[in-house]
């Protein structure tokens, strides 16, 4: 999986649209889930004063600049691929010292921490262990604070395409989850409020608070 976002980093990339045709309805209108979930970060980010932000598994840094925007005080974005950070690294140069990336493994990493807003979007499609990233979470979100997660859920329109375009042509396993999973696994990790919404037919979105 690592691989394939060291090797994907552009063409994941792409997918929010290119730089000189940024947010283009085209791509609104193709991929509503990858926008839709982005404003949910953005609305918790906007819920706290200048809140910290972890952003687990950072990527390019699209969700970074949106949070920056929304009045981040301080943005740490995690990775492991390489080619992923050097995108978000160009993107978010303009914010100087508010943004640092640190690159490596999210279970293993020295993140610092805590933060207010905790973001994992798109991140627990490729986790065969989401309860040792729902529990890590919990340890670096501060009292009060908030996880923002994506999760996609198995349906018989998506589900296949997903699982031969991940799994047989990429050799990248993906997971699904269902909403009741998710309680669990929030709920355990020791998370308080753990709400659960389904914006659309292929994913959940969560919102927990410690
Ligand atoms: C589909 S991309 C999503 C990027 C970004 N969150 C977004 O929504 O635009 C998933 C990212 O998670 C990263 N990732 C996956 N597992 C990780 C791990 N264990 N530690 C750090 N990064 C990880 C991948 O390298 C990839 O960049």
């Known amino acids: 999986m690592q691989k394939h976002f060291q090797e994907q980093a552009s063409s994941f990339d792409e997918l929010y649209g290119t730089d000189t045709n940024e947010e ?8 509503p889930g990858l926008f839709r979930r982005r ?11 200048k809140p910290r932000v972890l952003d687990v598994g950072c990527g390019s840094g699209r969700i970074g ?13 995690n990775d492991f691929s390489r080619p992923m950070l050097d995108l978000a690294e160009k993107r978010l140069e303009r914010y100087g010292d508010k943004v640092r990336f640190v690159e490596g493994d999210f279970l293993e990493a020295e993140l610092g921490g805590p933060y ?11 986790l065969p262990d989401p309860e040792r990233f729902a529990r890590r979470m919990h340890e670096l979100t501060a009292d009060g604070g908030t996880v923002v997660g994506s999760f996609p859920k ?14 047989w042509i990429n050799n990248c396993p993906i997971f699904n989850y269902t909403e009741r999973e998710l309680r669990l696994m929030f709920g355990a990790s020791g998370f308080r409020d ?4 389904k914006p659309g ?5 969560l919102r927990a608070v410690r």
């Open 201 to 205: 037919r292929s994913g959940f979105l």
């Open 39 to 49: 404003e949910l970060a953005v609305s918790v980010v906007r819920s706290y004063e």
């Open 194 to 197: 753990v709400d659960v919404q």
């Open 154 to 167: 198995w349906t018989w329109v998506k589900g296949p395409v997903r699982k031969i375009r991940y799994e």
């Open 116 to 126: 207010e807003v905790v973001i994992g979007l798109g991140l627990f499609d490729y």
């Open 24 to 31: 283009a309805p085209l791509q609104r209108t193709l991929r």
């Open 65 to 77: 600049e949106f949070v920056l925007e929304a009045g981040a005080g301080e943005y740490v974005g």
